[in-house]
């Protein structure tokens, strides 16, 4: 039964925590990535992120794919060692885990922007620090979030998430839907992650190929003439990462709707192309965003 699974996927989970907590951070990521390395192919399939890693760059070789995929759970791995100590991470703070932020010249531009802003990303490297550093940064965020299936899990998860990420916790599909309108129609920002499939979307080219993505970010761009301004974090060494504000996109709207939403989703494919290749091993490849 699946409640049985999750109750002791939560066990588990907690008595890692408790040892992360002991152990420190820098030890916590080292042995998280330990444990991703060795048990994360367990509970997915490599064929998923072969297939998707193929998608993506047709010309790779197997020894190339097994790294991207070994460096994959590696990542993922430290991402849950890190995750109890997500308090220690700053952009600011010099005494914290300092996370270098670059692109600073478009932060001013944002500050000084009159127009709500929709920032976009995927799931690269410890990808939970994107949301707290736009908090740090002083912009008003709400993170959309997807609830984990962990009935046990998700509250600890959610209660981490609005005290060192991110207050405004916004759950995706309708149950959120009135949260995020008042939201953004009172000109603040909001945050989300746009690379995995989703009930609620559309088909549109993703390295080529056809995959479902969400519409919300351009429905929200010609609503309420948000800028959609992609965000980026890259693990440089071990617990050291590097933020990126991009440009806001630009965006040629026209009277057919449709067409609109297409060709905007499309671009901001196009954008999360361009970061996965800058870092292809810290992407989640093990998703089967083309299904």
């Keep these: 039964m699946k409640i049985i699974?999750?109750?002791?996927?939560?066990?588990?989970v907690i008595f890692f925590f408790l040892i992360f907590k002991i152990i420190g951070l820098k030890l916590s990521s080292k042995l998280g990535e330990i444990i991703g390395r060795y048990f994360g192919p367990l509970f997915r399939k490599k064929a998923i992120?072969?297939?998707n890693i193929l998608i993506a760059f047709p010309n790779i070789n197997e020894t190339s794919i097994d790294q991207i995929i070994d460096d994959m759970w590696r990542n993922i791995g430290s991402i849950f060692g890190e995750y109890i100590h997500i308090n220690k991470f700053s952009i600011l703070d010099e005494e914290k885990n300092k996370i270098v932020f670059t692109n600073k010249n478009n932060l001013q531009i944002l500050k000084n922007n009159k127009k709500p802003i929709v920032f976009f990303s995927g799931h690269f490297a410890?990808?939970?620090l994107m949301a707290k550093c736009l908090r740090e940064l002083e912009f008003n965020i709400g993170a959309i979030y997807r609830p984990l299936n962990n009935i046990f899990l998700n509250p600890i998860m959610e209660f981490i998430r609005k005290k060192y990420i991110c207050s405004i916790q916004i759950e995706k599909g309708s149950a959120g839907t009135k949260?995020?309108?008042?939201?953004i129609s009172t000109n603040n920002p909001l945050a989300l992650m746009i690379d995995q499939r989703l009930s609620s979307s559309i088909r549109v080219p993703f390295f080529n190929q056809p995959a479902t993505t969400?519409?919300?970010p351009a429905q929200l761009s010609i609503k309420y003439d948000a800028l959609l301004v992609p965000v980026f974090l890259k693990?440089?060494?071990k617990t050291k990462y590097e933020f990126f504000i991009e440009e806001p996109l630009v965006v040629k709207k026209t009277n057919n709707y449709e067409k609109d939403i297409f060709n905007i989703t499309e671009i901001m494919n196009k954008k999360i192309e361009e970061f996965i290749k800058v870092d292809p091993a810290n992407w989640l490849w093990s998703h089967d965003r083309w299904k």
């Excluded at 699974?5 to 588990?12: K, M, S, T």
């Design 235 to 237: 693990r440089l060494k």
């Design 49 to 51: 992120a072969k297939k």
């Design 5 to 12: 699974r999750y109750f002791l996927e939560f066990i588990l």
């Design 214 to 216: 969400t519409t919300t």
């Design 126 to 128: 410890n990808f939970e």
């Design 179 to 183: 949260k995020l309108i008042k939201h």
